[in-house]
């Protein structure tokens, strides 16, 4: 037993040390995390910027309120699977001429029973939403089959090639509940949510750091035999 006891005393050191690491890293991401919500509550709360102004975006343009006005392609709707709080359906993309480009619009979520009779309005629209990141490839265990015209995400560069759209913003954009015509899909239904765990997850590593530093004391204190 006696040549056991410092190797058992420098593992638990070295447990204590990647578990100490650990719970640091965690208090990071909650420090990052919190940064991301408050990011995230000011772009809520900014007014509609034009939409023909943004070309590229990355991971920080998410959410941004937008606008864009111009008229929809009749016809040229996706049906993208969808469970929201209203229960299981659809939610209805189409495809917004702006003049420069072509936009592609979550105008909002209909049930089941109503895939295929949510046409969007005639005429010159004015949409206002949140700017959205494509979403490629589909759900979990789920592939998007644009040759079957059968979806589970809002791939916007799939969806633009199978409907021949041509020249397609890199996103697309959620509309909100104000402009949501009456008796059309229900818009606003984003969901906008963090899980904040980090504090216990931090925590949960300190606590392992701390029994394993008390073990590799007890290992070298105890007598040898």
Do not use: C
């Amino acid at each position: 037993m006696s040549g056991r006891r410092p190797w058992l005393g420098l593992l638990a050191l070295a447990v204590a040390a990647v578990t100490a690491a650990l719970g640091v890293w965690q208090v990071e991401r909650r420090a990052w995390k919190h940064a991301l919500v408050a990011s995230v509550e000011r772009k809520l709360a900014a007014s509609p910027v034009p939409v023909d102004g943004i070309a590229a975006v990355g991971a920080d343009d998410a959410y941004r309120r937008v606008r864009a006005r111009g008229r929809y392609r009749i016809g040229a709707d996706t049906y993208v699977q969808a469970v929201t709080a209203y229960g299981p359906g659809w939610w209805v993309v189409s495809p917004l001429d702006t003049g420069r480009r072509t936009l592609l619009v979550n105008r909002g979520f209909v049930p089941a029973e109503r895939k295929g009779k949510a046409p969007p309005p005639p005429g010159s629209v004015t949409v206002t939403g949140l700017l959205r990141l494509s979403e490629p490839g589909g759900a979990f265990l789920r592939s998007n089959d644009p040759a079957a015209d059968r979806w589970y995400s809002r791939d916007v560069p799939a969806i633009a090639a199978a409907k021949r759209l041509g020249r397609v913003a890199p996103f697309f954009v959620d509309q909100d509940a104000a402009g949501a015509p009456a008796g059309g899909p229900r818009g606003g239904l984003t969901v906008i949510a963090f899980p904040d765990n980090h504090l216990v997850y931090a925590l949960t590593w300190f606590a392992l750091s701390a029994m394993a530093l008390f073990f590799a004391w007890t290992a070298w204190r105890s007598p040898r035999r």
